[in-house]
């Protein structure tokens, strides 16, 4: 049984400038980011899609590792390949140079668009305005590679993208030691492998995987621990059980452990900082948390009309308050 196709617009880009080679991409289908994309730092990105040849991942990395130019590559990769008709391919290599290949089997709409630095391409689409905006999109938005890819992609799904619909999407960016402790060069490993907005979802993951793994925010936007904004953290972190009393605006020893454990249980050490300031994240981040919870906690709360008025121990619903029992004075 042959493997199915399946329609899928994708992006294959690189920032020269930062050293970062990226693959963003969304389909039709389970789990995308297990087949379409490759990259490794100082070498290139691979798109490989619609009748997927997987081989087109590992071998056009090493023709980019032996110096092969990206259009170099691609003519490579599809003449040594007998199902060429039914295959899609993006690359970019080290230099910045990027070239697409649509086989002339693809399922309609299926085309492609190379510029500088990037190239988009895409199969069973609603037309070429798809590959168009992506590519408008990743020209005009400013910022670094994970914005521009992101940009990308929702700009193509705004001009009808996958004609059969949304299902998984993935976004992967390499940049030298740029992974885990230095361990690897998978800067940003992402993926949503089955959603109804899987774009949307992508984008929410990044912004927790942001946080989590990246530090990307310019320094000049630090926050200072004014009494102000350390007031507001001592009752966000009060409303989420991290820090007891009342919140008075001095950073002292208490306030400063309840905000290193929150940072720690939440796995945002590459956060800490010791002069006195915070990143701009962890406010926002920490006031959608509390923002969650006080809502949390307005829709479980049950809710008395009049409590106020029908005092303490009322819990009949006439507004009488039931009698007491025991003596009508404390005992001496």
Not at 76 to 83: E, H, M, R
Not at 157 to 169: F, K, L, V, W
Not at 268 to 292: G, Y
């Amino acid at each position: 049984m042959s493997p199915p196709r399946f329609g899928t617009f994708s992006i294959v880009a690189c920032d020269r400038e930062r050293g970062e080679w990226g693959v963003a991409v969304q389909s039709r289908f389970l789990a995308v980011g297990a087949v379409v994309p490759w990259a490794q730092a100082e070498v290139g990105a691979i798109a490989t899609q619609a009748w997927a040849n997987v081989r087109f991942g590992p071998d056009g990395l090493a023709l980019l590792r032996d110096g092969l130019s990206a259009e170099d590559v691609v003519a490579k990769l599809v003449a040594g390949d007998p199902k060429s008709e039914v295959r899609q391919l993006g690359v970019v290599d080290r230099s910045g140079r990027a070239a697409s290949f649509t086989g002339a089997k693809c399922m309609e709409w299926a085309g492609h668009h190379v510029g500088d630095g990037y190239a988009c391409q895409g199969n069973i689409l609603l037309g070429p305005e798809v590959v168009k905006g992506m590519a408008r999109a990743f020209e005009s938005t400013p910022g670094d590679l994970p914005e521009r890819l992101l940009s990308a992609l929702a700009a193509g799904q705004r001009e009808g993208g996958d004609r059969r619909g949304m299902q998984s999407a993935a976004m992967l960016i390499v940049r030298t030691k740029g992974g885990y402790d230095e361990g690897s060069d998978r800067w940003v490993d992402i993926r949503v492998d089955d959603h109804p907005s899987p774009i949307e979802e992508l984008r929410r993951v990044f912004k927790l995987y942001d946080l989590t793994l990246l530090t990307r925010e310019d320094p000049a936007t630090l926050v200072k621990l004014t009494p102000e904004v350390s007031r507001v953290i001592q009752h966000h972190l009060g409303l989420l059980g991290y820090y007891s009393g009342r919140p008075h605006g001095t950073w002292d020893e208490a306030t400063a452990k309840a905000f290193s454990r929150f940072l720690n249980e939440n796995n945002f050490e590459n956060k800490t900082r010791t002069d006195d300031t915070v990143w701009p994240s962890i406010l926002d981040h920490l006031q959608e948390r509390a923002s969650e919870e006080s809502r949390r906690r307005t829709r479980t709360a049950p809710i008395t009309p009049n409590a106020l008025e029908r005092g303490p121990h009322a819990t009949g619903g006439d507004g009488a308050s039931p009698p007491r029992k025991g003596p009508s004075t404390p005992p001496p």
